[in-house]
């Protein structure tokens, strides 16, 4: 079955940096664009970034362009997240998502923790 593990959460300083890892199984993942959602307590959940199946193309939410890092090796089936500059307003979960189009469904990863916090 599809599975997605997220880890790299933690707590950090605002200014400093995080890299987030997704792990992914159960699928052809080189062929599916990947996704990382963040939801921030009481908050509504938010597209963070989004790369193509290649890694060729990306794209990034405003609040985060400029500081964020979607990257991925279909080698390993893993995809990133590097963040830096962090401030406290990107504390959140964050999600690794999937929409399988061959199946009509899409997946979510239970998520990692990010403060952002002095």
């Known amino acids: 079955q599809v599975q997605l593990v997220e880890s790299g959460g933690g707590l950090v300083q605002p200014g400093g940096s995080l890299r987030l890892s997704c792990a992914a199984s159960g699928f052809i993942f080189r062929i599916y664009a990947m996704r990382w959602?963040?939801?921030?307590?009481?908050k509504e959940r938010e597209l963070?970034?989004?790369?193509?199946?290649?890694?060729?193309?990306?794209?990034?939410?405003?609040?985060?362009?400029g500081r964020f890092t979607i990257s991925?090796?279909?080698a390993k089936n893993m995809v990133y997240l590097q963040m830096n500059s962090l401030k406290p307003e990107d504390t959140a979960v964050y999600y690794c998502y999937v929409y399988i189009t061959n199946r009509g469904y899409e997946y979510w990863g239970r998520g990692t923790q990010v403060t952002v916090s002095s």
């Open 37 to 42: 959602y963040r939801q921030a307590l009481e």
């Open 48 to 65: 963070v970034a989004t790369i193509s199946s290649a890694g060729g193309s990306t794209n990034y939410a405003d609040s985060v362009k």
């Open 72 to 74: 991925r090796d279909n």
